[in-house]
T-cell receptor, first 112, second 112 residues
């Protein structure tokens, strides 16, 4: 059974800092990996999707990498802003299923 | 463009009452559909997923059920709610093949 772990559970940084969020998964037989953002009381917004054959994806100040063999992904946020404050969720889709398994998230607070 | 609608946004129900949450998708055909639950301070738990009309896979045995009466409609139901059913319920869809996920805005259910 796939398990997804995110470290740290919470992170507080000053505005302008570059930061890295970590995600690890136990079964490397994945179809894709997706990073989401969730604001308090809201649904999930997709940030980046990495197919299993890809190593990284970039969108603006966000860069996500995937090392399938080691079961790891990182989300890099450059020049953080207070508007980046949210919970960031990592999720993997296994090759045998068509449903995502989520980590418990990293709650990010960017201090102005 | 594709959109996903989920309602109601909030719901307060007494223990033992029935439940019906509805989710519809527009702008696509033959989507995979999903119901997730997010308990307070916890990650997302997959409840049900469906790859076609009348095809429902249950991930967690409980007093909830799901139905897909039409291609782009997914309904989450319960005959008698428990206190433990409280949480944030999210509907999602993905294209066939599991590429990408898009979530609805969620329903906050409080069972009292």
């Amino acid at each position: 059974k796939q398990e997804v772990t995110q470290i740290p559970a919470a992170l507080s940084v000053p505005e302008g800092e570059n930061l890295v969020l970590n995600c690890s998964f136990t079964d490397s037989a994945i179809y894709n990996l997706q990073w989401f953002r969730q604001d308090p009381g809201k649904g999930l917004t997709s940030l980046l999707l990495i197919q299993s054959s890809q190593r990284e994806q970039t969108s603006g100040r966000l860069n996500a990498s995937l090392d399938k063999s080691s079961g790891r992904s990182t989300l890099y946020i450059a020049a953080s802003q207070p508007g980046d404050s949210a919970t960031y969720l990592c999720a993997v889709m296994d090759t045998g299923r068509r449903a995502l398994t989520f980590g418990s998230g990293t709650r990010l607070q960017v201090q102005p | 463009s594709q959109t996903i609608h989920q309602w109601p946004a909030t719901l307060v129900q007494p223990v033992g009452s029935p439940l019906s949450l509805e989710c519809t998708v527009e702008g696509t055909s033959n989507p995979n559909l999903y119901w997730y639950r997010q308990a307070a301070g916890r990650g997302l738990q997959l409840l049900f997923y469906s790859v076609g009309i009348g095809q429902i896979s249950s991930e967690v045995p409980q007093n909830l059920s799901a139905s897909r009466p039409q291609d782009r409609q997914f309904i989450l139901s319960s005959k008698k709610l428990l206190l433990s059913d409280s949480g944030f319920y999210l509907c999602a869809w993905s294209a066939r093949g599991g590429y990408g996920y898009t979530f609805g805005s969620g329903t906050r259910l409080t069972v009292v």
